[in-house]
């Protein structure tokens, strides 16, 4: 796959960057943890100053990825489409001061494509995943509480 692997993210804002590129299962660690087998995810990555006058990367993505289906416990391929727009924030201590609905991201000048995109992914993902027309009896297993996808985005997200 020849894509940079990194962006110097306030570079790229400025520049007005574009990226695209496919991205596998193999460059995403957390999907496999997480028990996805299988993924095809093309995005375009872009970078602009904002209407606020800040960096900000938008992120298109869609593509499908192979889950497991919580009450039959069988494969279901579940279509992906996210848009999604991220303040470059100059620290953490700004993100954790805004009191927003921006989302934020922390600026740096090695940023892995692949680990931004996999955030974003994790947090798009089914909190349950399941058949739409599931042929296991309806009402076992039914899964509740948070799911592992958004506890692992938060875990990353506070360990940047
Ligand atoms: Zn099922």
Known sequence: MLQPAAIDGLEFARSAGVLKGRLG???LPR???SGCSGLVLDFVLTGEINE???PELGLEA???VRLQCQRCLGEVEYP???EVQLELAASEAEILAADDDVDRVLA???MSVAALVEDELLL???MVPKHEHCQA???TNEGSGPSAFQALAALKRLNK
């Open 124 to 126: 798009a993902l089914p």
């Open 31 to 33: 999907l496999v943890q």
């Open 52 to 54: 606020r006058g800040k």
């Open 25 to 27: 299962i193999e460059s």
């Open 137 to 139: 009896a309806a009402g």
């Open 108 to 110: 740096g000048r090695d």
């Open 80 to 82: 992906l489409r996210f």
């Open 62 to 64: 869609s593509g499908s």
